[in-house]
């Protein structure tokens, strides 16, 4: 792996050089030729092996909130196609207590027209509520009050885990819906459906709940009727099946990356043996000269006032 080569590394040291005075550099004039520059150096000790301890560290508390975060991520999938038949339900009904207004607005000629505000699925125009947003923000919240602390980026690591689960259960889905036949249809339209939003939702900087974004466009995408290549064969399509074996295969890449989190601890068991035998073997060993990288400071121009250099 990664981690046991850089503790195949030997030990250097990083040789920094700074300038401490010069021409154009701190306060002094830059057009003084007979301003000689004047470096400092100073070593800093590179020990791969300490390195590694520390991502280690890192690591172990990585695959902790993760595996929590993952387990977040199925809780989260049983709920979303509840959650949307919910909201169908509150738009039902506000059609409902729209349609007299309507009725209405027509006898009186249109005054009305100006008090109605077009349906929407809520009030944020979403198909559901973004509950995992919700449930993580309770769990940050508690964890931070309590002995464990979350690391810095917690919410925004939540979110790039929640967008990888997506992204995986779409990918195993198109793969299982190639391999069958009877499902060709809905293959042609998810590929079609992925390939032309891929780069909104998933690859690059994305913005936070992309995932569920994605899962929102296709719960309010209608009923399509699909052609093959042939041009021969005419299929009708469901989006909200696709989106619920899509929610489901989810659940099962969380269950099976929760096992990879928990084999983290053993996985450290190992590395932190070799860790112990390298440093042991290598704390007092001297860096050799051969090892020495030589760091020159990048000089920068600061900008001077007029009255500056008067005295040289």
């Not at 590929?191 to 690859?203: A, G, I, L, N, P």
């Not at 096992?259 to 112990?276: F, I, P, S, T, Y």
């Not at 860096?287 to 900008?303: A, F, K, L, R």
């Amino acid at each position: 792996s990664v981690l046991i080569d850089i503790l195949r590394q030997p030990n250097q040291k990083m040789i920094v050089s700074a300038k401490r005075r010069g021409r154009g550099h701190g306060g002094w004039s830059k057009n003084n030729p007979y301003l000689q520059e004047r470096w400092v150096e100073f070593k800093i000790d590179i020990r791969p092996a300490s390195l590694v301890q520390r991502l280690l560290s890192v690591r172990a508390q990585l695959a902790v909130e993760f595996e929590r975060d993952l387990e977040i991520v199925g809780m989260v999938d049983g709920m979303i196609i509840e959650s949307y038949f919910s909201t169908m339900k509150r738009e039902r009904e506000e059609q409902q207590q729209q349609q007299p207004w309507d009725d209405k607005n027509k006898q009186d000629g249109g005054q009305a027209a100006d008090m109605i505000t077009p349906p929407m699925n809520d009030e944020n125009g979403r198909a559901f509520d973004r509950i995992s947003v919700n449930i993580l923000s309770n769990f940050t919240e508690f964890a931070s009050s309590g002995s464990a602390s979350s690391s810095p980026f917690r919410k925004g690591n939540f979110d790039l885990l929640y967008n990888l689960c997506t992204q995986a259960s779409v990918h195993r889905l198109l793969r299982d819906l190639r391999e069958s036949k009877v499902d060709s249809f809905s293959y042609q339209w998810l590929q079609k459906f992925y390939s032309e939003r891929v780069s909104e939702y998933f690859d690059g900087d994305q913005a936070f709940g992309r995932a569920d974004d994605f899962i929102d466009a296709l719960l309010r995408s209608p009923p399509s009727l699909v052609s093959m290549d042939d041009g021969r064969s005419l299929g009708l399509t469901d989006p909200l099946r696709i989106a619920e074996r899509i929610i489901a295969k989810r659940s099962e890449v969380a269950h099976e990356w929760i096992g990879m989190m928990k084999e983290v601890k053993a996985d450290h068991l190992v590395l932190n043996e070799l860790v112990v035998r390298v440093m042991m073997g290598k704390a007092i060993d001297a860096s050799e000269d051969n090892n020495e990288v030589t760091i020159e400071e990048e000089t920068t121009w600061e900008p001077l006032g007029d009255d500056a250099g008067v005295f040289e």
